[in-house]
């Protein structure tokens, strides 16, 4: 049983070490191509605003998900040290949640600058989404700061009373009532993971109906071949996008179901599904980009003429 518990740890931390260090090295090169952008152009728009703090939060999510999974399985015990589990708690769920928002920020800033309808409520959103932009931004940040701490102080509470509960004799072997103490974290949890889907669902329910609209009205056009492409790969990507957020959504749910028992081949799946999503997204990102889409092929091709030549 000792060795399967520790080939099954190894092949874990594995899985995690080779998601975890892709999904960093997508994003730091979003982040990197923006900000060397930002300096030579010495402006930035809005989706460039979104992309590259989009970029850092999952760099960073990254990073903070592996030392948490490396820790858990190399020398667990170092979450019995104060204030080691509430730390990272409050970092990831902060971290996370910024994730979720400010990816639903960039959902909702493509419906309202690609979709075309002609409520004046929807004109109105579009000719001050550049100024909407950084309120988004600001609060889906300022939201996840309070929910962080929320963490913090759920989880020092529950951790608190369960060490009052127990004598220091049995203390590793503790077998603690997550249901009872962390509910109120997996509520907000759950309700901060719903508001997030709920816009991403809605922003691009919308804006793949106002393509397909449009891609209608031009199948009559005898020019139409340029711009349907263009109108079809946007569908594809924002269709790629509402797949994998559903995914995400479902793992992340199923996350909070799970939190309470022992890990399993189960549980360990989901977070497979869970760690790849800041990669895969960001690479459908992208690709749907011509800017970062071109770097990107640049630099591959500079790295494969450099291997060639070695």
């Known amino acids: 049983d000792q060795f399967n518990a520790t080939a099954y740890n190894a092949m874990a931390m594995v899985i995690i070490s080779l998601q975890t260090f892709t999904g960093m090295w997508i994003n730091a090169f979003i ?15 809005s989706n460039e605003k979104i ?3 989009l970029g850092c ?25 104060y204030p080691t589990p509430q730390l990272f708690a ?17 959902c909702i800033f493509y419906c309202i600058k690609i979709a075309n309808f002609r409520h004046i409520f929807f004109m109105y959103l579009k000719g001050k989404i550049d100024r909407i932009v950084p309120w988004l931004l600001l609060g889906s940040v300022l939201l996840s700061v309070v ?34 103490h962390f509910f ?21 329910l919308l804006l793949l109906f106002s393509l397909w609209r449009h891609k209608c009205k031009m199948q009559t056009d005898s020019g139409k071949n340029i711009s349907m492409d263009a109108h079809v790969k946007a569908m594809k990507s924002i269709l790629s996008f509402f797949v994998i957020y559903s995914i995400n959504f479902t793992c992340l749910i199923l996350t909070l ?5 022992k890990i399993n081949p189960v549980a360990f799946l989901i977070l497979v599904f869970q760690y790849a999503f800041p990669g895969v997204h960001s690479l459908i990102l992208i690709f749907s980009n011509p800017k970062l889409e071109k770097t990107l092929r640049r630099t591959l091709s500079c790295v ?7």
């Open 31 to 45: 982040a990197s191509v923006l900000c060397i952008a930002w300096i030579k152009k010495k402006s930035f728009n």
């Open 51 to 53: 992309l590259l703090i």
């Open 57 to 81: 939060c999952r760099f960073w999510y990254l990073c903070i998900t592996w030392v948490y999974s490396f820790l858990s399985i190399i020398y667990p015990r170092c979450f019995y040290i």
């Open 90 to 106: 409050s970092i990831q769920s902060f971290l996370n949640f910024s994730n979720l928002w400010i990816s639903a920020s960039l």
């Open 147 to 180: 929910i962080g701490i929320l963490v913090y102080s759920i989880t020092d509470e529950a951790l608190h009373n369960n060490y009052n509960s127990t004598t220091q004799g049995n203390f590793w072997k503790l077998n603690i009532k997550m249901d009872k």
């Open 184 to 204: 109120p974290a997996f509520f907000l949890a759950g309700f901060g993971f719903a508001i997030a889907f709920v816009a991403v669902i809605f922003s691009a």
């Open 257 to 261: 179901i799970y939190a309470t028992r």
């Open 304 to 310: 494969k003429c450099k291997v060639c030549m070695r």
